[in-house]
């Protein structure tokens, strides 16, 4: 069988011919169509010396032209270094020196970036993704090239907050066995028509046939979404099942919530990218009454790793003693064990090791996942390899790098980055089950702690057009959490991760805390 991606997307055009794949804006597209475009985008490729294997490093927002160019791509059995969209030149002139890319796509701001950047500048073969179309010189074979399981087919890259970004290293078989997780645990439905604000859920809906609606957004900048057009592309294409981090449906639940109005066709919402707390489930909920709401926790190297339906998060929160967030069951494809923490790399020669740093339930530890659909190497990164990654036979285990518990019943709680961790009076504290009680208070838009030059400092961000807490409101949640109550309190917006805007980015929030306290001492 051709473990070739771009054949699964040549399989549904030849079932579903006319039905319409993918809608942007005032742009649509069908499967047949799709197929058609992408064979002749292979074609172009091959015209220009693009060679089976060869990199094709990508920068270009998610829009039809994107899907065409990443399928052409795969169709001639290349491979596509796919950049997001917030990325900058040096990000760009990363990907492009690592992976040693033969051609570029990009729109025209990343043709601009060329004319400053040597190692992109370098690159021999460059296309423009834009309406005016690309065509091959001769007819296009429909024929999708030839690649196996363990051949390439995507590189995508880690954020990078804690150094240099990592870069996945995604075969056709990976790709696949996650489509296959995904579709097996979300079971969509035929007639699903698809609200998708991150890519790669987009070859999700291609491979199970699913119409997807592309919103009209700048996916740089997610926190920007205007809600009540997002809201009309729900209403206007008859969305059925929408995907995306916390922050954009946050917004548009607040949208709604304060209109209100409904998504009365929004059947499922499926949320992920950062921690959901239970104030913002507890929004959704009322936000969106026709739909069923599930919280999906996963990563870069593993999605996902488990799910949880709004009532059950609910549920589990208020549960007395209960320590933690809740994420759920882990799916079915997934196998998670929690091994004692350990900061360098970890060496398991085989399942007893494995077996010897296992620790039993209800005790926190890091989390660590195998299966199918978890990923396998980082490309040409033999440090990352060896610090995320241990591998028994032919089983790889992935370090999250989250520290959280397996309960009793097999459930799934998490309790933060493990490096965010802290030690105060000889106890060890984790930042989420901090975090989650400090987001509860009136008007905290978001908020952590973190111990900085051995004190105690909370960072509060308050929601637009509130103060916040008081001082005396904050000292009782650190009372009741047994942490000292005299703790310094920095109030103002907090660094979040370009990718989501979702999460606290804790190293550039240090780091800033830093700079100020420097210039202040001067």
């Known amino acids: 069988m051709n473990a070739n991606i771009a054949a699964i997307l040549q399989y549904q055009a030849d079932i579903l011919g006319p039905k319409t794949a993918i809608v942007h804006g005032t742009r649509s597209v069908t499967f047949s169509i799709l197929a058609k ?32 160019f990443l399928l052409g791509c795969w169709h001639c059995g290349a491979v596509a270094v796919f950049m ?68 390439t087919a995507l590189l995508t890259f880690t954020t990078g907050s804690t150094g240099t970004p990592k870069a996945a290293n995604r075969t056709h078989g990976y790709l696949r066995a996650q489509h296959k997780v ?49 809201l009309d592309d729900i209403d206007r294409c008859g969305v059925t099942t929408a995907s995306g981090s916390p922050i954009i449906f946050e917004r548009l639940a607040d949208h709604c919530l304060l209109t209100g109005r409904k998504a009365p066709t929004l059947r499922r919402l499926f949320v992920g990218g950062a921690p959901v707390f239970p ?41 007395p003693q209960r320590l933690g967030l809740p994420a759920g069951t882990p799916v079915s494809a997934a196998t998670v064990r929690v091994l004692r923490i350990t900061d360098g790399p970890i060496e398991a020669p085989d399942m007893a090791a494995l077996d010897a740093l296992t620790l039993s339930a209800g005790t926190v530890g890091e989390i660590c996942v195998s299966g199918q659909h978890v990923l396998r190497e980082y490309y040409r990164n033999d440090k990352a390899q060896r610090r995320n990654k241990i591998i028994i036979g032919t089983t790889v285990w992935h370090r999250t790098g989250d520290a959280g518990y ?21 106890s060890e504290h984790y930042v989420f089950p901090i975090e989650e009680r400090l987001c509860g208070l009136p008007g905290v838009r978001m908020a952590t702690v973190q111990v900085m030059d051995d004190n105690l400092t909370l960072f509060v961000e308050s929601r637009r057009g509130s103060t916040g807490p008081t001082d005396a409101q904050l000292a009782a949640v650190l009372q009741d959490l047994h942490l000292p109550t005299d703790a310094h309190v920095v109030r103002g917006a907090l660094s979040r991760d370009p990718r989501h805007n979702s999460k606290i980015d804790y190293d550039r929030l240090r780091a800033r805390f830093i700079a100020v306290q420097q210039i202040q001492k001067r």
């Open 406 to 426: 397996l309960d009793e019943s097999g459930s799934l709680y998490l309790m933060g980055r493990v490096k965010n961790r802290f030690e105060l009076d000889g």
């Open 37 to 68: 475009r992408a064979a002749e985008i292979g074609q172009v490729f091959r015209e220009h010396g693009i060679q089976p294997g060869d990199r094709v490093l990508f920068f270009v927002p998610m829009t039809i032209a994107l899907y065409e």
């Open 84 to 151: 997001d969209a917030w990325a900058g030149k040096e990000r760009l002139a990363h990907a492009a020196e690592l992976a040693d890319c033969r051609g570029f796509v990009g729109v025209p701001v990343a043709h601009f970036f060329r004319v400053f950047s040597r190692p992109i500048r370098r690159i021999p073969v460059s296309f423009w993704a834009g309406r005016s179309a690309v065509r091959p010189r001769k007819a296009p074979s429909t024929a999708v090239a030839t690649t196996g399981p363990d051949d």
């Open 182 to 230: 995904l579709n097996d645990h979300f079971s969509p439905s035929p007639d699903d028509i698809g609200l998708v604000t991150l890519p790669i859920f987009v070859l999700t809906n291609l491979a199970s046939g699913i119409t997807s609606i592309i919103p009209r957004f700048n996916p740089a900048h997610p926190e920007r979404i205007v809600p009540k057009r997002l």
């Open 279 to 319: 104030r913002a489930v507890e929004k959704f909920v009322t936000a969106f009454p026709n739909a069923t709401t599930e919280i999906v926790y996963g990563s870069t190297e593993a999605e996902p790793i488990s799910a949880i339906t709004a009532p059950a998060l609910l549920e589990r929160s208020a549960a």
